[in-house]
């Protein structure tokens, strides 16, 4: 479960009826379905960084113009002659994100699928807007370091390193001005503590970096993961796992 | 909460009163504060892969000679010169890993802090073991593909896309011989669904690819994540946050 | 020339008795010396970014514990059980830049060597703060990619592709929530054309991504560069350059 | 000569009349012609490892689809949305090499030409089936380190080091269970030098590594290297190199 | 303003009615518009070397197949098959380049451009003649370390490090046969000193390394940079500023 | 078998009585040994190129002050306040190297151990110089492509593919000013087919790519690989094995 509004789309997640496959936002049969307690919903994290192969040009901005439904790593460009400097603005970070959903958070990202000047050049950005209370719930980036910086309000922010190093939590609260790096591929978290709306931009370093919501990506895989597999990993009987997944699962069809 | 042994340990994880801080087995108190059915293990998956620096040298084998406290990006090395075939050779996946565990799984490894000779070179190994029914459970490599090849038994692996793919499950059964990708930072799982024995080798995309077990990362972080966090992404309330925490976090401590 | 204020310094540039290597400030000599129309100084832009070797373990925070004056590609690290979560907060950014200066900016650094925890990371940040008609100078990052969003303020930004590309110019007008690209390697600038002040952060692909001012590196070389290729390189008869020279030779001496 | 059956080909090397560009086969004509003593393949060792670009997205399965002989560093991409589990299964290691050739090995081969799911992965895998005395004899892999492990017998393993380190010979017997690395671009080989059969996985870390056999590259290129070069080179006179090129380089056409 | 003559073209600078995009000649007009003591042009140096991403196969030689005006982050390939020895042979610098021009030196270019064997193999090379007194005048290669070697005469060389060293020069005299390394993104610059031809090889560490010529990039970009920029930026009234893009920019349109 | 002079070493291969562990020259025992004809002796291609890590400073000019016999992927730096312009020039290319030995040809390199100012920067050079009919012989680097211009006299040059590409030979003939690419990798030669001495440069895309000379490699192993290895390898008898190996392993020891 997941809301994350494309750039220009400022629908409520309440009533939207028409969800496209990477919003993900509350059904309302959903919501129905659920008492409003649990009407939680994972934030996508829009940030991550990767290491991504140099560019071997000035600019190679990105183009779909291959009609056959071939791809590359990466994207195709169009002919450097015809780029032009909109090419390499994006104003899709204007408007704040909409944070009326139960997460109480909105990830706007400018990954190269938004901003298609990024192609090649290893680096993308996401803003992310909070509520009071609102939290960016644990996620990962599969391709990328995140840089965060805080331009409004006051934030609780942690990463969790891997097995090797004991999942140590590394936690901070961090003020108006304050960065915060969150290192590859460790799972980590935002949550605004303050009273009031907060706001924070990230940087990544990788044009696509990706992001996995840990609840999403375990408990909403579609179709999903065996119930063996979750109650053994878990530690739980099968009606949590149940339950879990139905927040899960069902928003997400 | 992770059942690792080191290669050349053999104790049970039932009565090893010397816990290291790599091998997080599960002590005896533990074992009698919980109902058996319970304790069941995430067990490390050893597996990971990743997109290293290249060797500037044809051999560069990891020493810790510089007693300083000084650390680099990987690892020193010893004077080349000092560099015998032994160096070049791991043993330690020799003999099959202790199952006798809840989660019925043992990873092994053979990345670079166990085998000094992979240094600079970009790649890792692990075997694991799986009584039947064992779990490999949710986990990620933050800096790492993984490549899997049954030797022995059968098993359903599978990984979840992330959310710009819309968190889809790829699974499959495994039978002797097959080989699976699981593409970098992607969480995935190795479950041995038949009634043998199962083993299987993985090689990694890097010298320490790193190894995030989802559910220890989240419930068993050190610090624990405040529950806050916890209770608003994964849309259940503290009590059952509380229980999940007490299975990882107390493992672990 | 260079306005370059490290995070904690906020003394003004024009009574700074003091200068350290790295800051470059307008001596006094040098106010007298000039008239004040020319008064104006090239800002070291913050802003690069690179492509960074991969990381080969979670965290490796920068050191400077080896005292006897070895450098590795990077930096040496501290011991990763050492580290705090202070090692990934960099509070030098919440501060305003001081822009009393004759270019109007002031770029402040969140580099490796201001901000140790972005070590191996490969990602960095700078906040750059604008006077009403204040100028970032042409400059490049020899290694990296900047990504810069506007939080406060109008600002014309451009940035010029290599020769192959005609030398031609990419430039637009930026307002509040802005995103726009400078790729690595390129000369670009950013000047506050609103009658306010305004703010912008940077982020940049490499830890360490070097600014390099062009009118400082042409003309306040130290020593300078021979006279022959600056007036041959740039048409111009030897006062120009010997002009152009004093500008910014002596201010840096 | 070489002896390197595709994954599904299982036909004989000694009468299989239809040799494929990539197949090598030893052909009858060639069996008529030469003693049985000398009736002795080079095996193409299926094993490297490289340092790919990263990936820029979470897959990327090649595929075939752009008809006009046009390609990329790497290979085209199907849709994403169109790729299912069994694009990340490879099946074609489950059944033994036919190791019926004068070198007693078979390579088979899990590389991206092979395994489309491996495309943007940085890694790929070989089995190798040796008979009592087979062996996988003297080659590099121009794009990847290898990382083998022993599933059954027991083999002689070594590499060489570069000039730089003398050329260095570095040798082990390797049993059950045993790995062994062997850096990037480096000769190697392996000799099944127990009583029975023996099987080893190796890890590569390319996609793609590529695949040297000393033996056909030096006397079996097509057309042949100059005399005068392999003459001087070897400090053999003509005779003798005709003799070795009659044996790798009609075998090979 | 530019001296850049494609391998192949010989044409004096003087009277080329055909200015080719890339080419950047002097025109008649701009000759006699300008007192022949400011016709000097800035040589774009050929001379640049990146970090390209590593190779997939063996060889990948550039073609333009793709009519459709699609690109790739580098060059589309043709058919492995298709290759010839011919692909790898550049014959483009057997001719010295003509220095008859106000800079009095020629970089003629063996980019992934003229030399499409290069592709994916990370590497370039340019030749770069001089007459006395010759100069190739300040730039940098965005995506290059250099490597040059002077086969005929004497050179003053010189590269300026960034801001962060302090804009230091590092200048020697080279004699035939010596060898002098210009690192990634610096700014440096080559003149003739001696009294005769000379001659040099450079070596680039990427297949295409581009060359922003400081002062073309800066005076000469299309359309101009404003000239507020400038004239804050170099500390010199606005007719100065006129004056240096008057020589840049009318010879470049 | 090698003749590799250091830069500055004049000394004549055969009364040398202090052999290096690098140079491998003739010792006058070999040479009373063998007859004359087969005093052949395989030079060490100082030509290869890799894909280095990118720096992450502007200079790092390699050192070798930590005395405990530490090492590290590439090379410790001195204090770059300590560097002088002394470190980016390398005259030890200046003098042609001494073609007096069995093969004809010398090369001079200039890698990192000679040239310490390459360090991080990801390339390197080498001069080869050649007798009439002197050679170059087979031999590959294992982490770098090379790309060789042709000062003076005529050169057979060529290179041959994996197996994959079917062991292919790409050859020319270079005449004065040709420039040829040798993929990473993959075995190459060059031989001075013209009346009249020959020099090439040729420029490498590591800072030590190394060089592997096949004979030397294959039968001057220390200590010597298995006869039954080779035997095979080669399908040759062990007398034939016996004789080669005579000429490279008595030599290099």
Same mark, same amino acid.
Not at 106 to 119: K, R
């Given at each position: 479960?997941?809301?994350?509004?494309?750039? $220009?789309?400022?629908? *409520?997640?309440?009533?939207?009826?028409?969800?496209? *496959?990477?919003?993900?936002?509350?059904?309302?049969?959903?919501?129905?379905?659920?008492?409003?307690?649990?009407?939680?919903?994972?934030?996508?994290?829009?940030?991550?960084?990767?290491?991504?192969?140099?560019?071997?040009?000035?600019?190679?901005?990105?183009?779909? #113009?291959?009609?056959?439904?071939? &791809?590359?790593?990466?994207?195709?460009?169009?002919?450097?002659?015809?780029?032009?400097? #909109?090419?390499?603005?994006?104003?899709?970070?204007?408007? @704040?994100?909409?944070?009326?959903?139960?997460?109480?958070?909105?990830?706007?990202?400018? &990954?190269?699928?938004?901003?298609?000047?990024?192609?090649? %050049?290893?680096?993308?950005?996401?803003?992310?807007?909070?509520?009071?209370?609102?939290?960016?719930?644990?996620?990962?980036?599969?391709?990328?370091?995140?840089?965060?910086?805080?331009?409004?309000?006051?934030?609780?922010?942690?990463?969790?390193?891997?097995?090797?190093?004991?999942?140590?939590?590394?936690?901070?609260?961090?003020?108006?001005?304050?960065?915060?790096? &969150?290192?590859?591929? %460790?799972?980590? &978290?935002?949550?605004?503590?303050?009273?009031?709306?907060?706001?924070?931009?990230? $940087?990544?370093? $990788?044009?696509?970096?990706?992001?996995?919501?840990?609840?999403?990506?375990?408990?909403?895989?579609?179709? @999903?993961?065996?119930?063996?597999?979750?109650?053994?990993?878990?530690?739980?009987?099968?009606?949590?796992? #149940?339950?879990?997944?139905?927040?899960?699962?069902?928003?997400?069809?």
């Amino acid at each position: 479960m997941q809301v994350l509004t494309p750039p $220009s789309s400022h629908s *409520s997640p309440c009533n939207n009826k028409n969800l496209q *496959s990477r919003s993900y936002l509350l059904s309302t049969a959903t919501m129905k379905f659920l008492p409003i307690s649990f009407l939680i919903l994972a934030l996508a994290s829009a940030i991550a960084l990767a290491y991504d192969p140099s560019p071997l040009q000035d600019i190679c901005v990105a183009t779909n #113009d291959l009609e056959s439904g071939v &791809f590359v790593n990466g994207k195709f460009c169009k002919d450097p002659k015809q780029a032009t400097a #909109d090419d390499f603005l994006f104003m899709g970070l204007r408007k @704040p994100g909409n944070t009326s959903n139960p997460l109480g958070s909105q990830v706007t990202q400018a &990954f190269v699928d938004q901003f298609p000047g990024l192609n090649t %050049l290893g680096i993308s950005m996401a803003r992310i807007d909070f509520a009071p209370g609102g939290l960016n719930p644990p996620h990962t980036h599969p391709r990328g370091t995140e840089l965060l910086v805080v331009v409004e309000g006051t934030l609780l922010v942690g990463f969790v390193t891997s097995n090797q190093l004991n999942n140590t939590l590394f936690t901070k609260v961090l003020y108006k001005g304050d960065v915060f790096v &969150f290192p590859i591929g %460790l799972i980590h &978290f935002q949550l605004n503590i303050g009273n009031t709306y907060a706001l924070a931009f990230s $940087s990544l370093s $990788s044009q696509n970096p990706g992001v996995i919501t840990i609840a999403n990506s375990v408990f909403g895989a579609k179709p @999903p993961i065996s119930a063996e597999v979750l109650t053994k990993a878990f530690q739980v009987d099968k009606k949590v796992v #149940d339950y879990l997944e139905a927040q899960f699962w069902y928003d997400n069809n």
